[in-house]
Protein backbone atom coordinates (compact mmCIF):
# COMPACT_ATOMS: atom_id res chain seq x y z
CA UNK A 1 0.00 0.00 0.00
CA UNK A 2 1.66 3.00 -1.19
CA UNK A 3 0.40 6.69 -0.91
CA UNK A 4 0.31 9.02 -4.17
CA UNK A 5 1.46 12.58 -3.04
CA UNK A 6 -2.03 14.20 -3.05
CA UNK A 7 -2.24 11.73 0.32
CA UNK A 8 0.91 13.62 1.36
CA UNK A 9 -0.13 17.54 0.97
CA UNK A 10 -3.87 17.08 2.67
CA UNK A 11 -2.23 17.88 6.42
CA UNK A 12 0.96 20.59 7.10
CA UNK A 13 2.35 17.51 9.26
CA UNK A 14 2.28 14.69 6.97
CA UNK A 15 5.53 13.73 5.56
CA UNK A 16 6.48 12.22 2.04
CA UNK A 17 9.17 9.27 1.87
CA UNK A 18 11.64 12.11 1.04
CA UNK A 19 11.03 13.79 3.97
CA UNK A 20 9.24 16.85 2.28
CA UNK A 21 6.25 18.83 3.61
CA UNK A 22 3.87 19.73 0.74
CA UNK A 23 1.47 22.12 1.88
CA UNK A 24 4.58 23.98 3.66
CA UNK A 25 6.09 24.50 -0.16
CA UNK A 26 2.83 25.36 -1.26
CA UNK A 27 2.34 28.54 0.90
CA UNK A 28 6.47 29.31 -0.03
CA UNK A 29 5.05 29.64 -3.39
CA UNK A 30 1.88 31.34 -2.67
CA UNK A 31 4.21 34.08 -0.85
CA UNK A 32 6.33 34.46 -3.98
CA UNK A 33 3.11 35.49 -5.48
CA UNK A 34 2.32 38.37 -3.22
CA UNK A 35 3.31 42.10 -3.76
CA UNK A 36 5.30 44.58 -1.88
CA UNK A 37 3.49 46.10 1.48
CA UNK A 38 5.85 48.43 3.59
CA UNK A 39 4.92 50.42 6.95
CA UNK A 40 7.00 53.25 8.28
CA UNK A 41 6.68 54.29 11.58
CA UNK A 42 7.20 58.22 12.37
CA UNK A 43 7.21 60.76 15.50
CA UNK A 44 3.60 61.95 13.99
CA UNK A 45 2.29 58.82 12.78
CA UNK A 46 2.45 55.80 10.33
CA UNK A 47 2.64 55.44 6.62
CA UNK A 48 1.13 52.19 4.75
CA UNK A 49 2.54 51.72 1.09
CA UNK A 50 1.25 48.68 -0.92
CA UNK A 51 1.85 47.57 -4.79
CA UNK A 52 -1.10 46.72 -6.72
CA UNK A 53 -0.52 44.01 -9.25
CA UNK A 54 -3.11 44.23 -11.84
CA UNK A 55 -3.26 40.81 -13.42
CA UNK A 56 -5.98 40.94 -15.89
CA UNK A 57 -7.53 43.59 -17.91
CA UNK A 58 -10.63 42.75 -16.47
CA UNK A 59 -9.59 43.14 -12.83
CA UNK A 60 -10.68 47.28 -11.85
CA UNK A 61 -7.73 48.91 -9.41
CA UNK A 62 -9.98 51.17 -7.49
CA UNK A 63 -11.83 48.03 -6.20
CA UNK A 64 -9.02 46.17 -4.71
CA UNK A 65 -7.91 47.06 -0.60
CA UNK A 66 -5.00 46.57 0.10
CA UNK A 67 -4.75 48.68 2.89
CA UNK A 68 -7.89 48.44 5.21
CA UNK A 69 -9.30 49.63 8.59
CA UNK A 70 -9.35 47.53 11.23
CA UNK A 71 -10.68 49.99 13.82
CA UNK A 72 -10.75 53.82 14.62
CA UNK A 73 -7.20 53.52 15.11
CA UNK A 74 -5.59 50.38 13.62
CA UNK A 75 -4.76 49.73 9.99
CA UNK A 76 -2.97 46.97 8.32
CA UNK A 77 -1.55 46.58 4.77
CA UNK A 78 -2.26 43.16 3.32
CA UNK A 79 -0.24 41.13 0.94
CA UNK A 80 -0.59 38.03 -0.68
CA UNK A 81 -4.18 35.88 -1.51
CA UNK A 82 -7.06 38.11 -1.17
CA UNK A 83 -9.19 34.97 0.51
CA UNK A 84 -6.19 34.82 3.16
CA UNK A 85 -6.18 38.21 3.77
CA UNK A 86 -9.92 38.79 4.14
CA UNK A 87 -10.23 36.24 6.66
CA UNK A 88 -7.55 37.73 8.60
CA UNK A 89 -9.03 41.52 8.67
CA UNK A 90 -12.16 40.01 9.54
CA UNK A 91 -10.49 38.09 12.78
CA UNK A 92 -8.52 41.41 13.65
CA UNK A 93 -11.68 43.28 13.41
CA UNK A 94 -14.05 40.75 15.63
CA UNK A 95 -10.57 41.00 17.98
CA UNK A 96 -10.95 44.81 18.30
CA UNK A 97 -14.73 44.75 18.72
CA UNK A 98 -14.46 41.75 21.84
CA UNK A 99 -11.57 43.60 23.06
CA UNK A 100 -13.62 47.56 23.21
CA UNK A 101 -16.53 45.41 25.50
CA UNK A 102 -14.37 44.20 27.90
CA UNK A 103 -12.10 47.24 28.31
Not at 27 to 55: C, D, H, M, P, Y
Not at 79 to 98: F, I, K, P, Q, Y
Request: include cysteine; aromatic fraction near 8%; charged fraction near 20%.
Amino acid sequence: MFLTRSEYDRGVNTFSPEGRLFQVEYAIEAIKLGSTAIGIQTGEGVVLAVEKRITSPLMIPSTIEKIVQIDKHIGCAVSGLVADSRTLVDHARVECANHWFVY
